[in-house]
């Protein structure tokens, strides 16, 4: 059932805008404001303080845990049992999504917003691919933009444009601290859900906070020994723009997992999905690595990215395999706390070196009693 039939059958329909333990902030759509007050003139006056649409804390009806149904940031739900002078609801529905995401887990999203800056912390191009083939993966829009512009001089920008525009993508320059091309960033996010993404310290939230007056995000500074930014979101939520559409906070991280599918990644570099547009290589299967007759292999900047990039998207499939394998004779071991690094060790037979419970040993001693009777 689509929205447009909840709404004509009069039920309360909201947006669901931020996940609190078990409870969920539900952005109510303007119909509700209007149901609101379409009461006695009582009501009117005792209600006419409250914002409209209003926000209400909802929770979630019993049955929807009991079928398994989760509630996400960005759900379009079904309200039940407002109480609009106290703030609360219940949660009877969720609506099909047009989209989902996994990390962050939100849902109905339109667009990735990637925020990189330019300097301070400088611009790692190697993650900054990892980042744009993550969410090249998520088959929505990327929108790429570059802050702290004002840090660099304009030969130096077009150095950088001219370098992106290789691997396909067309960047826009913009600085909060200044005021450079925020409001032509903000256009593109217009009537639409956005997802906001990048690593910690390049200025995610104090560019929410330029575009949504009312967001008022804690902003953190870049360390200095390390040359990153320190993590000052903590949880996804979603803002509402003064232009209409909603803006998704999610939290930094500085190197998004590679948990694609060996076979699909070429696809994720648009310099690559151009060379096959014309071409095919030899073989259906082929990775792009040594294959004969390869139509994707070359010179290209970002090839060296892609083969990095397999290596880790072919260990983490193996991983999985192994995971859905227990008669598997690998395992993956971290090498060393705190740097991330891996690798996989013979494991042990099963059970071979294992101490015997009291309870088995227990048995076992009963079973020998008896024999001997």
């Known amino acids: 059932m689509t929205g447009e039939n909840f ?10 805008v931020a996940v609190q333990a078990n409870f969920y902030r539900v952005q109510m759509e303007q119909e509700a404001g209007e149901q609101r007050s379409g ?16 926000l209400l804390l909802c929770t979630r009806r019993t049955r929807l845990k009991k079928i398994g149904q989760q509630v996400m940031v960005g759900d379009r739900v079904v309200v039940e049992e407002p109480d609009w002078a106290g703030g609360r609801g219940a949660i009877a ?52 933009c570059l802050n ?34 925020t409001e032509q960033a903000a256009r593109y996010l217009s009537n639409k859900i956005t997802v906001i993404a990048g690593p910690s310290g390049v200025g995610k939230s104090s560019l929410i906070n330029t575009l949504i007056d009312t967001a008022k995000l804690r902003v953190g500074e870049v360390s200095g020994k390390l040359a990153r930014g320190r993590h000052t979101t903590r949880h996804t939520e979603l803002f509402e723009l003064p232009s209409g559409g ?26 690559a999905r151009k060379r096959l547009a014309v071409a095919s290589c030899r073989f259906s299967d082929c ?16 090839y060296e990215h892609y083969l990095e990039f397999l290596d880790a998207a072919i260990a983490h499939q193996t991983q999985l395999h192994q995971q859905a394998d227990p008669e598997s004779t690998m395992k993956l071991k971290s090498k ?3 740097k991330g ?9 099963s059970k071979k070196y294992r101490r015997i419970s009291r309870k088995t040993q227990l048995q076992d001693l009963q079973e020998l009693y008896r024999d001997e009777e």
């Open 7 to 16: 709404a004509a059958t009069g039920q309360l329909l909201g947006t669901v």
């Open 39 to 54: 009461g006695a003139e009582e009501k009117l006056d005792l209600n006419a303080s409250l914002p409209s649409p209003p």
């Open 148 to 181: 702290k512009s004002d840090l660099i001089s304009p030969q130096e920008q077009q150095q950088v444009s001219d370098r992106l525009l290789g691997w396909g993508y067309q960047p826009i320059f913009i600085s909060v601290k200044d005021g450079i091309n």
């Open 246 to 271: 909603m803006l998704a906070d999610t939290p930094g991280f500085n190197q998004p997992d590679m948990d694609c599918v060996p076979e699909e990644l070429i696809h994720y570099f648009p310099e």
């Open 336 to 338: 060393s706390k705190g």
């Open 93 to 144: 529905e969720v609506l099909p999504r047009q989209s989902e995401l996994d990390r962050p887990a939100i849902a109905n999203v339109n667009q990735i917003l990637l925020v990189f800056a330019v300097a301070d912390p400088p611009l790692e191009p190697y993650q900054l691919s990892r980042f744009l083939i993550k969410a090249e993966s998520t088959d929505l829009d990327v929108l790429l």
């Open 287 to 302: 990775l792009h690595r040594d294959e004969p007759e390869c139509v994707v292999r070359g010179d290209w900047e970002r």
């Open 341 to 349: 690094q891996s690798q996989y060790e013979p494991k042990l037979e």
